[in-house]
T-cell receptor, first 113, second 111 residues
Framework: GQQLNQSPQSMFIQEGEDVSMNCTSSSIFNTWLWYKQDPGEGPVLLIALYKAGELTSNGRLTAQFGITRKDSFLNISASIPSDVGIYFC?????????????FGKGTKLSVKP | NAGVTQTPKFRVLKTGQSMTLLCAQDMNHEYMYWYRQDPGMGLRLIHY???????AKGEVPDGYNVSRLKKQNFLLGLESAAPSQTSVYFC??????????FGNGTRLTVT
């Protein structure tokens, strides 16, 4: 079945540093979604990508829909302590449950002030 | 503007006890979902519903039952809790293929 592989699994960075994480799949996706989960809360949508090659920004966050449609990247510039959390990539579950998303296992970000 | 609300927030059960988790959404979404989140496993779909009165199994349905008697509510039941069901449970809703909106989770411990 479809699987999303996220890397790195975790990151420990200094405040002010830029962050890069990615998500890859063996199958093609037509939509990529990036969610962030703050400690003790549910995931919240950050950025949605709907077209191969698309580059979309949301404040200090920028995400790209890979041209092969099998990968996506999320970058955070000038990190701040509130960027701490788990970042999930996700895409439609084409082979399974209707309307469902499948999720990567997440990249856990820690920011040292 | 509540979005997706889950109750309770925390619960401790003994093995063999039963309970129901409640999810309510006020966005008139057709689709609702129950996920569990375990360390290192990401989010896994338990059951979902594409409309009032309909439910379907997800990736990890065993040991759980669900009901969608009203469009705005989606209930997750554990008939006989097991320690393997210790997890954080998230409810989500969406309108078709739109992004999911999540609740803030229910942390369940089964001893």
């Amino acid at each position: 079945g479809q699987q999303l592989n996220q890397s790195p699994q975790s990151m420990f960075i200094q405040e002010g540093e830029d962050v890069s994480m990615n998500c890859t799949s063996s199958s093609i996706f037509n939509t990529w979604l990036w969610y962030k989960q703050d400690p003790g809360e549910g995931p919240v949508l950050l950025i949605a990508l709907y077209k191969a090659g698309e580059l979309t920004s949301n404040g200090r966050l920028t995400a790209q829909f890979g041209i092969t449609r099998k990968d996506s990247f999320l970058n955070i510039s000038a990190s701040i302590p509130s960027d701490v959390g788990i970042y999930f990539c996700s895409g439609p579950d084409y082979g399974g449950s209707q309307g469902n998303l499948i999720f990567g296992k997440g990249t856990k970000l820690s920011v040292k002030p | 503007n509540a979005g997706v609300t889950q109750t309770p927030k925390f619960r401790v059960l003994k093995t063999g006890q039963s309970m129901t988790l409640l999810c309510a959404q006020d966005m008139n979404h057709e689709y609702m979902y129950w996920y569990r989140q375990d360390p290192g496993m990401g989010l896994r779909l338990i059951h979902y519903s594409v409309g009032e009165g309909t439910t379907a199994k997800g990736e990890v349905p065993d040991g759980y039952n669900v009901s969608r008697l009203k469009k705005q509510n989606f209930l997750l039941g554990l008939e006989s809790a097991a320690p393997s069901q210790t997890s954080v449970y998230f409810c989500a809703s969406s309108q078709g293929n739109s992004p999911l909106h999540f609740g803030n989770g229910t942390r369940l411990t089964v001893t």
